[in-house]
């Protein structure tokens, strides 16, 4: 069963904190005190919405601890596309600078 108690409530602030500093327009659905429930949403500066939830604890390294979202936003192809478990500057930056 997945778990989730990496995700604090500090990792959930720097998280917002690296989508601000991004530029980006986002909101939660409220549930970080529950995150296998929790989801971001993020519209990217082409208007583009970015569904980011916290990847559950198998899908986490010791190697790269601070990896710890991932996001998928249908209009980039057709389909879903998943992006890998990043940490949150990466998936901000990723996020911000994918070409429209």
Excluded: Y
């Excluded at 919405?49 to 979202?69: K, Y």
Aim: glycine share 4%; with cysteine; aromatic share 8%.
């Amino acid at each position: 069963m997945a778990t989730f108690a990496h995700i604090t409530h500090e990792r959930c602030a720097q998280f917002t904190r690296e989508l601000t500093v991004a530029g980006l327009v986002w909101h939660d659905n409220g549930h970080q005190d529950d995150p296998k429930f929790l989801a971001f949403f993020v519209t990217d500066p082409h208007g583009r919405l970015w569904w980011v939830t916290p990847a559950a604890s198998h899908q986490t390294s010791a190697s790269c601890p601070e990896a710890l979202w991932q996001a998928i936003c249908e209009e980039l192809v057709p389909g879903v596309a998943t992006t890998p478990v990043m940490s949150a500057r990466m998936l901000a930056a990723h996020m911000k600078d994918d070409p429209a």
